[in-house]
T-cell receptor, first 113, second 116 residues
Framework: NAGVTQTPKFRILKIGQSMTLQCTQD?????MYWYRQDPGMGLKLIYY???????DKGEVPNGYNVSRSTTEDFPLRLELAAPSQTSVYFCASGSNRVWAEAFFGQGTRLTVV | AQTVTQSQPEMSVQEAETVTLSCTYDTSESDYYLFWYKQPPSRQMILVIR??????QNATENRFSVNFQKAAKSFSLKISDSQLGDAAMYFC?????????????FGQGTRLTINP
Protein backbone atom coordinates (compact mmCIF):
# COMPACT_ATOMS: atom_id res chain seq x y z
CA ASN A 1 0.00 0.00 0.00
CA ALA A 2 1.48 3.33 -1.07
CA GLY A 3 -0.55 5.56 1.28
CA VAL A 4 0.80 9.13 1.12
CA THR A 5 3.81 9.69 -1.12
CA GLN A 6 5.93 12.83 -1.02
CA THR A 7 8.67 13.80 -3.43
CA PRO A 8 11.44 14.75 -3.21
CA LYS A 9 12.80 13.49 0.11
CA PHE A 10 15.60 16.06 0.23
CA ARG A 11 16.22 19.34 -1.57
CA ILE A 12 18.59 22.26 -1.33
CA LEU A 13 17.39 25.54 -2.80
CA LYS A 14 19.12 28.83 -3.28
CA ILE A 15 17.51 32.00 -1.99
CA GLY A 16 14.98 33.28 -4.50
CA GLN A 17 14.48 29.96 -6.29
CA SER A 18 11.09 28.30 -6.54
CA MET A 19 10.02 24.69 -6.30
CA THR A 20 7.02 22.42 -5.94
CA LEU A 21 6.72 19.70 -3.32
CA GLN A 22 4.60 16.87 -4.62
CA CYS A 23 2.10 14.89 -2.56
CA THR A 24 -0.10 12.02 -3.73
CA GLN A 25 -2.44 9.76 -1.80
CA ASP A 26 -4.19 6.62 -3.00
CA UNK A 27 -6.77 6.24 -0.22
CA UNK A 28 -9.46 8.44 -1.82
CA UNK A 29 -9.30 10.82 1.13
CA UNK A 30 -11.10 14.13 0.81
CA UNK A 31 -8.90 15.96 3.30
CA MET A 32 -5.26 16.76 2.64
CA TYR A 33 -2.86 18.87 4.69
CA TRP A 34 0.56 20.45 4.43
CA TYR A 35 2.65 21.03 7.55
CA ARG A 36 6.11 22.30 8.27
CA GLN A 37 8.18 21.10 11.21
CA ASP A 38 11.13 23.18 12.32
CA PRO A 39 13.90 21.39 14.29
CA GLY A 40 12.64 20.18 17.66
CA MET A 41 9.29 21.85 17.14
CA GLY A 42 5.72 20.89 16.42
CA LEU A 43 3.84 20.73 13.14
CA LYS A 44 2.45 24.00 11.87
CA LEU A 45 -0.39 23.86 9.37
CA ILE A 46 0.40 25.67 6.13
CA TYR A 47 -2.64 24.87 3.97
CA TYR A 48 -5.34 22.27 3.85
CA UNK A 49 -7.94 21.08 1.38
CA UNK A 50 -11.38 19.57 1.94
CA UNK A 51 -11.66 18.25 -1.59
CA UNK A 52 -10.74 18.84 -5.20
CA UNK A 53 -10.93 22.53 -6.02
CA UNK A 54 -11.20 23.67 -2.39
CA UNK A 55 -8.26 24.91 -0.32
CA ASP A 56 -7.87 27.05 2.76
CA LYS A 57 -5.09 28.70 4.72
CA GLY A 58 -3.65 27.28 7.90
CA GLU A 59 -1.48 28.96 10.53
CA VAL A 60 1.56 29.84 8.38
CA PRO A 61 0.52 30.24 4.70
CA ASN A 62 2.77 33.17 3.74
CA GLY A 63 5.31 32.28 1.05
CA TYR A 64 3.40 29.19 -0.09
CA ASN A 65 0.68 28.31 -2.55
CA VAL A 66 -1.34 25.16 -3.13
CA SER A 67 -3.76 23.73 -5.63
CA ARG A 68 -6.02 20.68 -5.60
CA SER A 69 -7.12 19.74 -9.08
CA THR A 70 -7.68 16.05 -8.24
CA THR A 71 -8.55 14.07 -5.12
CA GLU A 72 -5.17 12.36 -5.22
CA ASP A 73 -2.74 15.26 -5.59
CA PHE A 74 -2.02 18.27 -3.39
CA PRO A 75 1.21 20.04 -4.46
CA LEU A 76 2.80 22.78 -2.38
CA ARG A 77 4.51 25.60 -4.24
CA LEU A 78 7.30 27.70 -2.73
CA GLU A 79 7.89 30.98 -4.53
CA LEU A 80 11.05 33.02 -3.92
CA ALA A 81 12.53 30.69 -1.32
CA ALA A 82 13.89 32.26 1.87
CA PRO A 83 16.14 30.80 4.63
CA SER A 84 13.13 30.95 7.00
CA GLN A 85 11.52 28.24 4.87
CA THR A 86 14.24 25.75 5.79
CA SER A 87 12.23 22.98 7.45
CA VAL A 88 10.84 19.48 7.10
CA TYR A 89 7.56 19.45 5.21
CA PHE A 90 4.89 16.82 5.78
CA CYS A 91 1.87 16.07 3.68
CA ALA A 92 -1.04 14.21 5.26
CA SER A 93 -4.45 12.97 4.24
CA GLY A 94 -7.60 12.01 6.11
CA SER A 95 -11.16 10.93 5.50
CA ASN A 96 -14.35 12.89 6.24
CA ARG A 97 -14.79 10.89 9.42
CA VAL A 98 -13.60 13.19 12.18
CA TRP A 99 -12.45 10.32 14.35
CA ALA A 100 -10.25 8.78 11.65
CA GLU A 101 -6.51 9.09 11.93
CA ALA A 102 -4.51 11.12 9.46
CA PHE A 103 -1.92 9.39 7.31
CA PHE A 104 1.41 11.11 6.77
CA GLY A 105 4.05 11.06 4.10
CA GLN A 106 7.70 10.51 4.96
CA GLY A 107 8.50 14.20 4.80
CA THR A 108 10.68 16.44 2.63
CA ARG A 109 13.75 18.00 4.19
CA LEU A 110 14.23 21.40 2.53
CA THR A 111 17.26 23.62 3.06
CA VAL A 112 17.37 27.16 1.64
CA VAL A 113 20.88 28.63 1.39
CA ALA B 1 -9.02 29.69 15.81
CA GLN B 2 -8.24 26.48 17.59
CA THR B 3 -4.92 26.20 19.37
CA VAL B 4 -3.15 23.33 21.09
CA THR B 5 -0.51 23.85 23.79
CA GLN B 6 1.97 21.36 25.17
CA SER B 7 3.83 23.03 28.02
CA GLN B 8 6.46 20.34 28.56
CA PRO B 9 9.17 20.49 25.85
CA GLU B 10 10.97 17.49 27.36
CA MET B 11 10.16 14.73 29.81
CA SER B 12 12.12 11.74 31.03
CA VAL B 13 11.10 8.62 32.91
CA GLN B 14 12.71 5.45 34.17
CA GLU B 15 11.90 2.29 32.27
CA ALA B 16 8.82 0.52 33.69
CA GLU B 17 7.55 3.65 35.44
CA THR B 18 4.57 5.85 34.55
CA VAL B 19 4.72 9.26 32.91
CA THR B 20 2.05 11.82 32.06
CA LEU B 21 2.29 14.28 29.18
CA SER B 22 0.16 17.43 29.33
CA CYS B 23 -1.92 19.07 26.63
CA THR B 24 -4.40 21.92 26.71
CA TYR B 25 -6.45 23.29 23.86
CA ASP B 26 -8.64 26.25 23.09
CA THR B 27 -11.82 26.04 21.06
CA SER B 28 -15.36 27.36 20.98
CA GLU B 29 -16.63 24.25 19.19
CA SER B 30 -18.56 21.43 20.80
CA ASP B 31 -17.84 18.75 18.19
CA TYR B 32 -14.22 17.71 17.89
CA TYR B 33 -11.73 14.92 18.37
CA LEU B 34 -8.43 14.90 20.16
CA PHE B 35 -5.46 12.72 19.27
CA TRP B 36 -2.02 11.81 20.51
CA TYR B 37 0.56 11.02 17.84
CA LYS B 38 4.04 9.60 18.34
CA GLN B 39 7.00 10.57 16.15
CA PRO B 40 10.09 8.38 16.57
CA PRO B 41 13.45 9.39 15.05
CA SER B 42 12.33 7.89 11.74
CA ARG B 43 9.94 10.92 11.45
CA GLN B 44 6.99 8.60 10.87
CA MET B 45 3.78 9.84 12.53
CA ILE B 46 1.99 7.09 14.47
CA LEU B 47 -1.44 7.42 16.04
CA VAL B 48 -1.33 6.48 19.72
CA ILE B 49 -4.85 7.20 20.96
CA ARG B 50 -7.92 9.31 20.22
CA UNK B 51 -10.80 10.81 22.22
CA UNK B 52 -14.20 12.07 21.09
CA UNK B 53 -15.33 15.28 22.78
CA UNK B 54 -18.83 13.89 23.42
CA UNK B 55 -17.56 10.88 25.33
CA UNK B 56 -16.97 11.35 29.03
CA GLN B 57 -15.17 8.03 29.36
CA ASN B 58 -11.44 8.33 28.96
CA ALA B 59 -9.92 6.38 26.07
CA THR B 60 -7.48 3.55 26.75
CA GLU B 61 -5.19 1.63 24.40
CA ASN B 62 -3.12 -0.99 26.23
CA ARG B 63 -0.48 0.94 28.24
CA PHE B 64 -1.72 4.31 26.97
CA SER B 65 -4.62 6.19 28.49
CA VAL B 66 -5.88 9.74 28.53
CA ASN B 67 -7.34 12.05 31.13
CA PHE B 68 -9.87 14.17 29.25
CA GLN B 69 -11.20 17.15 31.18
CA LYS B 70 -13.57 18.88 28.76
CA ALA B 71 -14.46 21.85 30.96
CA ALA B 72 -10.80 22.55 31.62
CA LYS B 73 -9.91 21.83 27.96
CA SER B 74 -7.22 19.46 29.07
CA PHE B 75 -6.15 16.21 27.40
CA SER B 76 -3.19 14.49 29.06
CA LEU B 77 -1.57 11.21 28.01
CA LYS B 78 -0.49 8.64 30.57
CA ILE B 79 2.01 5.98 29.59
CA SER B 80 2.22 3.08 32.04
CA ASP B 81 5.08 0.60 32.31
CA SER B 82 7.28 2.75 30.04
CA GLN B 83 9.39 0.88 27.53
CA LEU B 84 12.51 1.92 25.64
CA GLY B 85 10.49 1.88 22.42
CA ASP B 86 8.25 4.63 23.80
CA ALA B 87 11.06 7.16 23.39
CA ALA B 88 9.86 9.69 20.80
CA MET B 89 8.29 13.09 20.24
CA TYR B 90 4.65 13.09 21.28
CA PHE B 91 2.17 15.48 19.72
CA CYS B 92 -1.30 16.36 20.88
CA UNK B 93 -3.69 17.21 18.04
CA UNK B 94 -7.16 18.67 17.61
CA UNK B 95 -9.53 18.01 14.75
CA UNK B 96 -12.65 20.07 14.30
CA UNK B 97 -15.89 18.22 13.62
CA UNK B 98 -17.36 21.04 11.56
CA UNK B 99 -18.19 19.71 8.11
CA UNK B 100 -16.01 21.24 5.44
CA UNK B 101 -13.58 22.70 7.98
CA UNK B 102 -11.90 19.75 9.61
CA UNK B 103 -8.50 21.26 10.22
CA UNK B 104 -6.01 19.12 12.10
CA UNK B 105 -3.95 21.29 14.46
CA PHE B 106 -0.94 20.11 16.46
CA GLY B 107 0.78 21.21 19.63
CA GLN B 108 4.49 21.96 19.94
CA GLY B 109 5.38 18.45 21.03
CA THR B 110 7.01 16.81 24.05
CA ARG B 111 10.24 14.87 23.66
CA LEU B 112 10.06 11.78 25.87
CA THR B 113 13.24 10.04 26.98
CA ILE B 114 13.18 6.61 28.61
CA ASN B 115 16.06 5.89 30.98
CA PRO B 116 17.06 2.23 31.27
Amino acid sequence: NAGVTQTPKFRILKIGQSMTLQCTQDMNHNYMYWYRQDPGMGLKLIYYSVGAGITDKGEVPNGYNVSRSTTEDFPLRLELAAPSQTSVYFCASGSNRVWAEAFFGQGTRLTVV
Amino acid sequence: AQTVTQSQPEMSVQEAETVTLSCTYDTSESDYYLFWYKQPPSRQMILVIRQEAYKQQNATENRFSVNFQKAAKSFSLKISDSQLGDAAMYFCAYRSGAQGAQKLVFGQGTRLTINP
